[in-house]
């Protein structure tokens, strides 16, 4: 049972454009959400989180989106830069991030110059 | 910043050996670590919730007694994988939990390669 889901597992855009990324999940107890960045043999990097008392967490380049009634939250990265090539993973838990994580599957972002 | 760190980076072991990973929190104290592993082109998936001082709770289908841990200290967690077999060989991630705020977030390390020959 995949209680978050990341259905595109891949995204190319163009230098300078918005990428956004999307995730969706089942568990209507989960009440935190994660974004992080991850290369290729190196642990995850913490990119961005939101608590579902809000709808919008913005920090510089990234902002992520979270709709409740949709059970849906997508990351916003714009401008896309070539360093941001990377795969993402969206992760959620339950009672404010004290529980464990359950991640997505991950989405594949390449940034074309 | 936040920063995990994981000791060795890669290992490569002989088939019934035992290996010992080593998580440490760096800049902060954590009472509670977390222990994934990941295959190729997968995603990361929990093998057990490490808290300091106590017995580790494991994730359904995971052996306990096979991957022994050992939360030690606010800073230190290690993974013992016993008796090593080649499908035990993936890229194991800890990742530490930072109290702060109203929610806290896990800070993850930059993982250990596992090759069982």
């Known amino acids: 049972d995949q209680q978050v889901k990341q259905n595109s597992p891949s995204l190319s855009v163009q230098e300078g454009r918005i990428s956004i990324l999307n995730c969706d999940y089942t568990n209507s107890m989960f009440d935190y959400f994660l974004w992080y960045k991850k290369y290729p043999a190196e642990g995850p990097t913490f990119l961005i989180s939101?608590?579902?008392?809000?709808d919008k967490n913005e920090d510089g380049r990234f902002t992520v989106f979270l709709n409740k009634s949709a059970k849906h939250l997508s990351l916003h990265i714009v401008p896309s830069q070539p360093g941001d090539s990377a795969v993402y993973f969206c992760a959620a838990s339950g009672s404010q991030g004290a529980q464990k994580l359950v991640f997505g599957q991950g989405t594949r972002l390449t940034i074309n110059p | 910043g936040a920063v995990v760190s994981q000791h060795p980076s890669w290992v490569i072991c002989k088939s019934g050996t035992s290996v010992k990973i080593e998580c440490r929190s760096l800049d902060f104290q954590a009472t509670t670590m977390f222990w994934y592993r990941q295959f190729p082109k997968q995603s990361l998936m929990l093998m057990a919730t490490?808290?300091?001082?106590?017995?580790?709770?494991?994730e359904q289908g995971v052996e306990k007694d096979k991957f022994l841990i050992n939360h030690a200290s606010l800073t230190l967690s290690t993974l013992t994988v016993t008796s090593a077999h080649p499908e035990d060989s993936s890229f194991y991630i800890c990742?530490?939990?930072?109290?702060?705020?109203?929610?806290?977030?896990?800070?993850f390390g930059p993982g250990t390669r596992l090759t069982v020959l």
């Open positions: 939101i608590s579902s008392i809000k």
């Open positions: 490490s808290n300091e001082g106590s017995k580790a709770t494991y």
């Open positions: 990742s530490a939990r930072r109290m702060g705020g109203s929610t806290d977030t896990q800070y």
